[in-house]
C-alpha cells in the first residue's frame, strides 16, 4: 500500500472513530433506556434480608446462606452497573464521553457500541489486564 493509500485509510479510520453530536445523542439515549430498566428491575426485587432463624438442617441452612449471598452479589452488580451509567452520562454531558481515561485517545465507536459505559480504549484496556495477569 502506497504512502497516500495509508494516509487515507488512516484518515477514513479516524472519521469512523469520530462521535458525531447525533451519535452521541444516541448514546444518551441508549444509557438513559438502559438506566430506567435497571433502576425498574432493582425496585422491583424485593429486599435481600437474611434469614432470621434457623430453619430446617444444615443442607437447607447452607442452601438458604448460598441464596443470600447470591442475592446480594447481584445486588451489589446492579448498583455498580447503575454507577457506570450514570458516570458515562456524566461524561456526555462534560464532553468527556468516548475517550480514554488513560491515554485521552478515542476509546472507538465499536467498542463503545458494545460497551457504552466504557471508560478505557481496547489498548488500554489490554494493557491493565496483561498486567493484572501477571
Given amino acids: 500500500m502506497s504512502h497516500s493509500a495509508h494516509r487515507a485509510a488512516a484518515h477514513r ?3 469512523e472513530e469520530d462521535l458525531t453530536p ?17 433502576v425498574h ?7 435481600v434480608a437474611p434469614r432470621a ?3 430446617g438442617d444444615l443442607a437447607d441452612q447452607a442452601n ?15 448498583h455498580r452497573e447503575l454507577a457506570e451509567i450514570e458516570q458515562a452520562l456524566a461524561r456526555i454531558e462534560n464532553g468527556t464521553y468516548g475517550i ?17 459505559t466504557a471508560t478505557l480504549s481496547l489498548a488500554a484496556q489490554e494493557q ?7
Fill in 128 to 134: 491493565r489486564e496483561s498486567r493484572a495477569g501477571r
Fill in 41 to 47: 428491575r432493582i425496585h422491583a426485587e424485593p429486599p
Fill in 13 to 15: 479510520r479516524a472519521r
Fill in 64 to 78: 438458604a446462606d448460598l441464596d443470600f449471598e447470591q442475592e446480594t452479589e447481584e445486588r451489589r452488580r446492579e
Fill in 100 to 116: 480514554c481515561a488513560v491515554t485521552g485517545e478515542p476509546i472507538g465507536l465499536r467498542r463503545l457500541q458494545a460497551n457504552p
Fill in 22 to 38: 447525533a451519535l452521541i445523542e444516541e448514546f444518551r439515549t441508549r444509557l438513559l433506556a438502559m438506566k430506567a430498566e435497571l
Fill in 53 to 55: 432463624a434457623r430453619e
